[in-house]
């Protein structure tokens, strides 16, 4: 007979899963406010919102290590646990891509030339939207593996679609801003940070996917 998932957790893996996709979240939209104020060069929060950040991503951090600690060798569940760890390892990369991004773009105090300010801002909205909804995703799972709904598991499906085609639009203003870097900037020092920083700040929306991607193989028949 198999046992249900609360019979064999003080707590369902699910609900800390909710926790951790909140904290990215946060962290996700930390880093779109930290990124305007540095290309404005008006904002006297920056290092305040990179502190807040580096909060977040240590409490998302312990998050992560309570569930991992509490999933025990053998232990029964309606998903598998390979898999379970594997969306939750890139949920958590997406913190960690956003720490790094910060860092980086520190490195240039003086901002970035303005003639990138507007593309590198769209570049950075765009990669809010398919971490938004990462908590809801988690929250539509958790409802799924109770119910087994063919519906829900539709709806999931069509969430994963979303956040496929926000990382989409994501890869083309990088590569479109790539080209531009190349084209009008003559500095070097300058065309390598800012190639480096669209790169980096590109690698948050791809963890995103990734993430939605291992949803897809746990929800899959």
């Known amino acids: ?13 699910f609900l800390g899963l909710q926790k951790h996709a909140d904290k990215v ?3 996700a939209q930390l880093f779109h406010e930290a990124a305007v104020c540095h290309i404005e060069e008006r904002c006297m929060e920056f290092d305040d919102l990179t502190d807040q ?3 977040l991503e240590s409490e998302a951090d312990a998050i992560k290590r309570n569930i991992r600690n509490h999933m025990p060798k ?5 998903v598998d646990k390979f898999q379970f760890l594997q969306y939750l390892k890139e949920q958590d990369k997406v913190v960690d891509a956003v720490e790094e991004a910060l860092l980086w ?6 901002g970035m030339p303005r003639l990138l300010r507007g593309d590198f801002q769209d570049l950075v909205g765009s990669l809010i939207p398919p971490i938004e909804k990462l908590p809801q995703l988690v ?22 679609h979303d956040i496929r085609q926000h990382e989409t639009e994501a890869d083309f203003l990088e590569r479109e801003l790539k080209l531009r870097i190349f084209n009008e900037i003559k500095d070097a020092l300058v065309v390598f940070h800012m190639v480096r920083l669209v ?8 963890h995103a ?5 291992r949803m897809r193989a746990m929800i899959a028949k």
Do not use: W
Not at 1 to 7: E, N, T
Not at 209 to 213: C, I, L, Q, V
């Open 53 to 55: 950040v580096a909060r």
């Open 1 to 13: 007979m198999r046992l249900l998932l609360s019979s064999l957790f003080h707590e369902s893996p």
């Open 209 to 213: 996917e990734n993430a939605s991607d």
């Open 139 to 160: 929250t539509m799972a958790a409802d799924f593996f109770k119910s087994r709904s063919e519906q829900q598991r539709t709806k999931m499906k069509s969430l994963i």
């Open 74 to 78: 053998g232990i029964l569940m309606p």
């Open 199 to 206: 790169e980096l700040a590109g690698n948050i929306a791809d």
């Open 105 to 110: 773009l520190s490195l240039r105090p003086k």
């Open 25 to 27: 979240k946060e962290c």
